[in-house]
């Protein structure tokens, strides 16, 4: 095939892609629209990327005449399969999204069309998405979704109702907003709203049960402990739904980091108990390839051993004790640590004769010996013969410790 010769000043300064949308910012630099959009608004940076210049404006000048040598150019080369860039429609401003946003709520039955050209406004550009933020349509959105929660408890309201999908839609827009951070904080504040989301989880469709869990997550990240406490139990009851469906890949970790958020405060691990959530994570990680999925489910485990609920449910499941002993030197380094973690606090605080006979029995007394030997962190060595120690008298002799590992067992 023959080498496109592209003219330097055709191409981004960012990316060294063909710029589509010349635009110029006020150091007289022209960048890709995309490509300065995305600099200035999703990775937050205030200056221009070839001068190192403080932008004191955003405002981004459309290069026409660049453009259009542009076009010129992609026009004599189209022989060399070279397609015309169309000529871009202008971005949006906030007057437009504020005019929008009244008109669904002027007239409700225009309310489905004005979210779906709002959403399709989201999805353009990075701008754009500054622009509808700024234009208080996080707040709007998060209106339409208490509106769909209220009425799933006056009425039962069909998955194909004009509600449901305009509470599907604004979630999609929520979700595609990466909403900032100081609306994600307005958000967690509002009680309500945090309700209207768990009933979304509990009556919801797939997408919308997994934009509503994403939307939790980011606004635990951001919330202050005092919010994080008063969560009620009925959310991680729908989180452990969340999990055993396997929604999605995305929303399934969201889940787990949304736990992790949630359980080190408050009375928030026995919530997560009574939820069911020990049990769904056990009877994942029996399946579980991804090693960031594994490495945040012993992670969740760990923080619910740390109650004596937490640690009788996890010995209730059959396959809790040997499935955690499994994964010590099969995953990762942080996957080991977690797993030595739980059984530390099982050893310390639930080692009845029945619970240390069992972990002889299924390797995870052998793995400790193992951990003792290969290269793994100091933590987790000392952990690993801090529980050696502590039940030496029963284990040392066991004849379910190969030979070879008795060798590094450590001495009382």
Same mark, same amino acid.
Not at 24 to 43: H, K, P
């Given at each position: 095939?023959?080498?496109?010769? +592209?003219?330097?000043?055709? %191409?981004?300064?960012?990316?060294?892609?063909?710029? &589509?949308d010349?635009?110029?910012?006020?150091?007289?630099?022209?960048?890709?629209?995309?490509?300065?959009?995305? !600099?200035?608004?999703?990775c937050? #940076?205030?200056?221009?990327?070839?001068?190192?210049? *403080?932008?004191?404006?955003?405002?981004?000048?459309?290069?026409?005449?660049?453009?259009?040598?542009?076009?010129?150019w992609?026009?004599?080369?189209?022989?060399?399969?070279?397609?015309r860039?169309?000529?871009?429609?202008?971005?949006?401003?906030?007057?437009?999204?504020?005019?929008?946003?009244?008109?669904?709520?002027?007239?409700?039955?225009?309310?489905? =069309?004005?979210?779906?050209?709002?959403?399709?406004?989201?999805?353009?550009?990075?701008?754009?998405?500054?622009c509808?933020e700024?234009?208080?349509?996080?707040e709007?959105?998060?209106?339409?979704?208490?509106? @769909?929660?209220?009425?799933?408890?006056?009425?039962?309201?069909?998955?194909?109702?004009?509600?449901? =999908?305009?509470?599907?839609?604004?979630?999609?827009?929520?979700?595609? %907003?990466?909403?900032?951070?100081?609306y994600?904080?307005?958000?967690?504040? #509002?009680?309500?709203?945090?309700?209207?989301? +768990?009933?979304?989880?509990?009556?919801?469709? @797939?997408?919308?049960?997994? @934009?509503?869990?994403?939307?939790?997550?980011?606004? $635990?990240?951001?919330?202050?402990?005092?919010?994080? +406490?008063?969560?009620?139990?009925?959310?991680?009851?729908?989180?452990?739904?969340?999990?055993?469906?396997?929604?999605?890949?995305?929303?399934?970790?969201?889940?787990?980091?949304?736990?992790?958020?949630?359980?080190? !405060?408050?009375?928030? &691990?026995?919530?997560?108990?009574d939820?069911?959530?020990?049990?769904?994570?056990?009877?994942?990680?029996?399946? *579980?390839?991804?090693?960031?999925?594994?490495?945040?489910?012993?992670? *969740?485990?760990?923080?619910?051993?740390?109650?004596?609920?937490? &640690?009788?449910?996890?010995? #209730?499941?059959?396959?809790?004790?040997?499935?955690?002993?499994?994964?010590?030197?099969?995953?990762?380094?942080?996957?080991?640590?977690?797993?030595?973690?739980?059984?530390?606090?099982? $050893? =310390?605080?639930?080692?009845?004769?029945? *619970? %240390?006979?069992?972990?002889?029995?299924?390797?995870? +007394?052998?793995?400790?010996? %193992?951990?003792?030997?290969?290269?793994?962190?100091?933590?987790?060595?000392?952990?690993?013969?801090e529980?050696?120690?502590?039940?030496?008298?029963? !284990?040392?002799?066991?004849?379910?410790?190969?030979?070879?590992?008795?060798?590094? @067992?450590?001495?009382?």
């Amino acid at each position: 095939m023959e080498e496109i010769d +592209v003219p330097t000043h055709f %191409l981004c300064p960012i990316s060294l892609q063909l710029m &589509r949308d010349p635009v110029t910012v006020s150091t007289g630099i022209t960048y890709d629209r995309e490509n300065i959009e995305r !600099w200035l608004f999703s990775c937050n #940076n205030n200056t221009c990327p070839v001068t190192k210049q *403080v932008l004191l404006e955003t405002d981004l000048t459309p290069n026409h005449t660049l453009r259009r040598l542009i076009q010129s150019w992609c026009t004599l080369n189209s022989s060399l399969g070279i397609e015309r860039i169309p000529t871009p429609k202008p971005p949006v401003d906030k007057t437009q999204i504020v005019k929008i946003i009244d008109d669904a709520k002027k007239f409700p039955r225009t309310q489905l =069309k004005c979210l779906r050209k709002l959403r399709s406004i989201t999805l353009q550009s990075e701008r754009n998405k500054t622009c509808i933020e700024a234009a208080g349509a996080v707040e709007f959105l998060a209106a339409i979704i208490r509106s @769909y929660a209220s009425s799933l408890i006056e009425v039962d309201i069909d998955d194909g109702s004009d509600v449901a =999908k305009a509470s599907d839609e604004a979630l999609s827009i929520l979700y595609h %907003l990466n909403v900032s951070e100081n609306y994600l904080k307005n958000l967690i504040n #509002n009680e309500e709203f945090v309700d209207s989301l +768990v009933q979304v989880l509990k009556h919801g469709n @797939y997408q919308s049960r997994a @934009y509503s869990t994403i939307l939790l997550m980011s606004m $635990c990240q951001v919330a202050d402990p005092i919010q994080l +406490v008063s969560v009620k139990p009925e959310l991680f009851i729908e989180i452990a739904y969340v999990l055993s469906d396997q929604i999605s890949q995305q929303a399934f970790k969201a889940a787990l980091k949304l736990l992790l958020e949630l359980c080190p !405060w408050g009375r928030n &691990r026995i919530k997560s108990v009574d939820g069911g959530v020990v049990s769904v994570l056990i009877d994942l990680l029996l399946d *579980v390839t991804d090693k960031r999925a594994c490495e945040l489910i012993l992670n *969740v485990l760990d923080q619910l051993c740390r109650c004596a609920e937490g &640690r009788a449910e996890f010995l #209730n499941h059959g396959a809790g004790v040997a499935i955690v002993s499994k994964k010590i030197l099969r995953v990762s380094h942080v996957a080991s640590d977690r797993a030595v973690r739980i059984l530390i606090s099982i $050893c =310390k605080f639930s080692a009845t004769a029945r *619970v %240390l006979q069992e972990m002889l029995q299924v390797g995870a +007394v052998a793995k400790l010996c %193992l951990v003792l030997q290969v290269d793994t962190s100091l933590k987790t060595k000392e952990r690993a013969k801090e529980m050696l120690k502590l039940h030496s008298r029963l !284990w040392r002799a066991s004849s379910c410790i190969p030979p070879h590992l008795l060798s590094s @067992y450590p001495s009382s």
